[in-house]
Protein backbone atom coordinates (compact mmCIF):
# COMPACT_ATOMS: atom_id res chain seq x y z
CA UNK A 1 0.00 0.00 0.00
CA UNK A 2 1.42 3.07 -0.61
CA UNK A 3 2.56 5.32 2.09
CA UNK A 4 3.63 8.38 2.77
CA UNK A 5 4.98 9.12 6.82
CA UNK A 6 6.18 12.23 8.42
CA UNK A 7 8.55 13.23 10.82
CA UNK A 8 8.62 14.97 13.50
CA UNK A 9 4.94 15.19 13.96
CA UNK A 10 5.34 18.52 16.17
CA UNK A 11 8.18 20.70 15.70
CA UNK A 12 8.53 23.98 18.12
CA UNK A 13 11.89 26.14 17.08
CA UNK A 14 13.02 29.80 18.03
CA UNK A 15 13.42 32.31 15.86
CA UNK A 16 16.17 31.81 13.72
CA UNK A 17 16.96 28.38 14.47
CA UNK A 18 17.27 26.41 11.39
CA UNK A 19 16.37 22.84 11.27
CA UNK A 20 14.46 19.89 8.57
CA UNK A 21 11.39 18.38 8.33
CA UNK A 22 11.35 14.59 6.59
CA UNK A 23 8.71 13.03 4.39
CA UNK A 24 9.41 9.50 3.45
CA UNK A 25 7.58 7.23 0.89
CA UNK A 26 7.11 4.09 -0.43
CA UNK A 27 5.67 4.07 -3.50
CA UNK A 28 8.01 2.84 -6.14
CA UNK A 29 7.88 5.38 -9.60
CA UNK A 30 7.82 8.53 -7.99
CA UNK A 31 5.78 10.71 -10.38
CA UNK A 32 5.99 13.63 -7.84
CA UNK A 33 6.51 14.93 -4.16
CA UNK A 34 4.65 17.81 -3.30
CA UNK A 35 5.02 19.98 -0.56
CA UNK A 36 2.24 22.09 1.14
CA UNK A 37 1.62 24.31 4.10
CA UNK A 38 -1.83 24.75 5.66
CA UNK A 39 -2.13 27.27 8.57
CA UNK A 40 -5.29 26.77 11.20
CA UNK A 41 -9.01 27.29 9.40
CA UNK A 42 -7.53 27.23 5.45
CA UNK A 43 -7.02 25.15 2.86
CA UNK A 44 -3.65 23.56 1.84
CA UNK A 45 -1.12 25.63 0.21
CA UNK A 46 0.94 24.47 -2.66
CA UNK A 47 4.43 25.25 -2.34
CA UNK A 48 6.53 22.85 -4.49
CA UNK A 49 6.76 19.74 -6.69
CA UNK A 50 9.99 17.82 -6.68
CA UNK A 51 10.37 15.12 -9.13
CA UNK A 52 13.41 13.53 -9.27
CA UNK A 53 16.14 12.36 -7.15
CA UNK A 54 19.13 15.54 -6.54
CA UNK A 55 16.27 17.94 -7.46
CA UNK A 56 16.30 21.37 -4.70
CA UNK A 57 13.67 23.67 -5.27
CA UNK A 58 13.53 27.18 -2.91
CA UNK A 59 11.27 29.72 -1.82
CA UNK A 60 12.02 32.55 0.50
CA UNK A 61 13.38 30.30 4.20
CA UNK A 62 12.80 27.09 2.61
CA UNK A 63 14.21 24.51 0.58
CA UNK A 64 12.87 21.28 -0.64
CA UNK A 65 15.19 18.58 -1.44
CA UNK A 66 14.67 14.78 -3.01
CA UNK A 67 16.05 11.82 -2.53
CA UNK A 68 14.93 8.37 -4.06
CA UNK A 69 13.02 7.46 -0.54
CA UNK A 70 12.73 10.95 1.29
CA UNK A 71 12.35 14.61 0.66
CA UNK A 72 12.79 17.07 3.49
CA UNK A 73 11.80 20.66 3.90
CA UNK A 74 14.37 22.66 4.88
CA UNK A 75 13.61 25.75 7.01
CA UNK A 76 16.86 28.11 7.30
CA UNK A 77 16.33 31.29 10.04
CA UNK A 78 12.62 30.71 10.37
CA UNK A 79 10.14 33.22 11.37
CA UNK A 80 6.67 33.32 13.37
CA UNK A 81 4.92 33.72 10.56
CA UNK A 82 6.31 30.35 8.99
CA UNK A 83 4.45 28.92 11.67
CA UNK A 84 2.20 26.36 10.34
CA UNK A 85 1.21 22.40 9.35
CA UNK A 86 3.82 21.34 6.51
CA UNK A 87 2.14 18.64 4.51
CA UNK A 88 4.27 16.07 2.25
CA UNK A 89 2.09 14.31 -0.67
CA UNK A 90 3.65 11.83 -3.07
CA UNK A 91 1.32 10.64 -6.89
CA UNK A 92 -0.36 7.24 -5.85
CA UNK A 93 -0.51 4.12 -8.79
CA UNK A 94 -4.17 5.91 -9.53
CA UNK A 95 -2.65 9.60 -9.65
CA UNK A 96 -4.16 10.88 -7.07
CA UNK A 97 -1.99 12.56 -3.84
CA UNK A 98 -1.31 10.86 -1.23
CA UNK A 99 -0.95 12.76 2.06
CA UNK A 100 1.36 12.44 4.61
CA UNK A 101 0.10 13.79 8.15
CA UNK A 102 1.84 16.65 8.07
CA UNK A 103 4.49 18.48 10.65
CA UNK A 104 3.18 21.22 13.48
CA UNK A 105 5.52 23.65 13.21
CA UNK A 106 5.48 26.36 16.14
CA UNK A 107 8.53 29.14 15.55
CA UNK A 108 8.83 31.34 18.78
CA UNK A 109 9.76 34.57 18.73
CA UNK B 1 -8.29 33.97 -11.08
CA UNK B 2 -10.21 33.41 -7.54
CA UNK B 3 -9.53 29.97 -6.68
CA UNK B 4 -11.06 27.27 -6.07
CA UNK B 5 -14.56 28.12 -4.43
CA UNK B 6 -16.12 26.27 -1.91
CA UNK B 7 -19.78 26.67 -0.25
CA UNK B 8 -20.74 27.00 2.23
CA UNK B 9 -17.69 27.80 4.66
CA UNK B 10 -19.41 25.98 7.81
CA UNK B 11 -22.48 23.67 8.13
CA UNK B 12 -24.02 22.59 11.25
CA UNK B 13 -27.09 20.10 11.17
CA UNK B 14 -28.53 17.16 13.17
CA UNK B 15 -28.21 13.55 12.32
CA UNK B 16 -30.23 11.98 9.61
CA UNK B 17 -30.27 15.53 7.81
CA UNK B 18 -29.06 15.70 3.93
CA UNK B 19 -26.17 17.54 3.19
CA UNK B 20 -24.50 19.11 0.44
CA UNK B 21 -21.42 20.97 -0.26
CA UNK B 22 -20.43 22.76 -3.44
CA UNK B 23 -17.08 23.60 -5.45
CA UNK B 24 -16.19 25.76 -8.11
CA UNK B 25 -12.95 24.84 -9.62
CA UNK B 26 -10.36 26.89 -10.84
CA UNK B 27 -11.30 27.81 -14.71
CA UNK B 28 -9.73 25.42 -17.20
CA UNK B 29 -8.44 22.46 -14.75
CA UNK B 30 -9.85 19.10 -15.98
CA UNK B 31 -9.29 17.11 -12.56
CA UNK B 32 -11.60 17.83 -9.42
CA UNK B 33 -10.77 16.06 -5.77
CA UNK B 34 -13.24 15.64 -2.80
CA UNK B 35 -11.12 15.29 -0.16
CA UNK B 36 -12.13 14.78 4.05
CA UNK B 37 -9.50 15.82 7.01
CA UNK B 38 -9.95 15.08 10.59
CA UNK B 39 -7.15 14.83 13.40
CA UNK B 40 -7.31 11.26 13.57
CA UNK B 41 -6.99 10.49 10.11
CA UNK B 42 -5.65 13.59 8.20
CA UNK B 43 -6.41 14.47 4.90
CA UNK B 44 -8.01 11.38 2.94
CA UNK B 45 -9.14 11.24 -0.54
CA UNK B 46 -12.93 10.70 -1.30
CA UNK B 47 -13.40 10.80 -5.08
CA UNK B 48 -11.89 12.64 -7.86
CA UNK B 49 -13.09 13.24 -11.65
CA UNK B 50 -11.54 13.65 -14.86
CA UNK B 51 -13.50 16.04 -17.47
CA UNK B 52 -16.45 16.08 -15.22
CA UNK B 53 -16.62 11.96 -15.07
CA UNK B 54 -16.09 10.02 -11.61
CA UNK B 55 -12.44 8.69 -11.92
CA UNK B 56 -12.01 7.00 -8.66
CA UNK B 57 -14.66 6.70 -5.92
CA UNK B 58 -13.28 4.22 -3.83
CA UNK B 59 -12.59 6.22 -0.92
CA UNK B 60 -16.34 7.24 -0.29
CA UNK B 61 -16.51 5.64 3.06
CA UNK B 62 -20.81 4.67 2.53
CA UNK B 63 -23.36 5.25 0.13
CA UNK B 64 -24.54 7.28 1.95
CA UNK B 65 -22.21 9.88 0.34
CA UNK B 66 -22.68 10.57 -3.16
CA UNK B 67 -20.87 13.18 -5.67
CA UNK B 68 -21.68 14.63 -8.84
CA UNK B 69 -19.85 17.08 -11.56
CA UNK B 70 -22.68 18.25 -13.89
CA UNK B 71 -20.46 20.24 -15.42
CA UNK B 72 -16.56 21.57 -15.45
CA UNK B 73 -17.18 24.74 -13.45
CA UNK B 74 -19.64 22.70 -10.53
CA UNK B 75 -19.42 19.69 -7.75
CA UNK B 76 -21.36 18.81 -5.54
CA UNK B 77 -20.90 16.24 -2.44
CA UNK B 78 -24.20 15.20 -0.86
CA UNK B 79 -24.54 13.06 2.13
CA UNK B 80 -27.86 11.61 2.98
CA UNK B 81 -28.26 10.94 5.94
CA UNK B 82 -25.68 12.69 8.15
CA UNK B 83 -23.80 11.03 10.71
CA UNK B 84 -22.11 12.57 13.76
CA UNK B 85 -18.87 10.93 12.28
CA UNK B 86 -19.04 12.75 9.48
CA UNK B 87 -17.81 15.68 11.55
CA UNK B 88 -14.56 17.00 9.26
CA UNK B 89 -13.75 19.39 7.27
CA UNK B 90 -14.32 18.68 3.79
CA UNK B 91 -12.29 20.19 0.86
CA UNK B 92 -12.66 20.22 -2.91
CA UNK B 93 -9.15 20.68 -5.23
CA UNK B 94 -8.46 21.14 -8.82
CA UNK B 95 -5.57 20.48 -10.94
CA UNK B 96 -4.57 20.55 -14.55
CA UNK B 97 -3.61 17.09 -14.71
CA UNK B 98 -2.73 13.84 -13.18
CA UNK B 99 0.82 14.11 -11.37
CA UNK B 100 0.39 18.18 -11.13
CA UNK B 101 -0.19 20.42 -8.00
CA UNK B 102 -3.32 20.69 -6.83
CA UNK B 103 -5.23 24.07 -5.65
CA UNK B 104 -7.25 23.68 -2.70
CA UNK B 105 -10.07 25.73 -1.93
CA UNK B 106 -11.10 27.01 1.86
CA UNK B 107 -13.06 24.10 3.02
CA UNK B 108 -16.11 23.58 4.33
CA UNK B 109 -16.20 22.48 8.01
CA UNK B 110 -19.36 20.29 8.96
CA UNK B 111 -20.33 19.32 12.23
CA UNK B 112 -23.32 16.75 12.67
CA UNK B 113 -24.67 16.53 15.96
Known amino acids: EDQVTQSPEALRLQEGESSSLNCSYT??????LFWYRQDPGKGPEFLFT???AGEEKEKERLKATLTKKESFLHITAPKPEDSATYLCAETGSQGNLIFGKGTKLSVKP | DAGVIQSPRHEVTEMGQEVTLRCKPI?????LFWYRQTMMRGLELLIY????????DSGMPEDRFSAKMPNASFSTLKIQPSEPRDSAVYFC???FGVGYEQYFGPGTRLTVT
Open chain 1, 27 to 32: VSGLRG
Open chain 1, 50 to 52: LYS
Open chain 2, 49 to 56: FNNNVPID
Open chain 2, 27 to 31: SGHDY
Open chain 2, 93 to 95: ASS
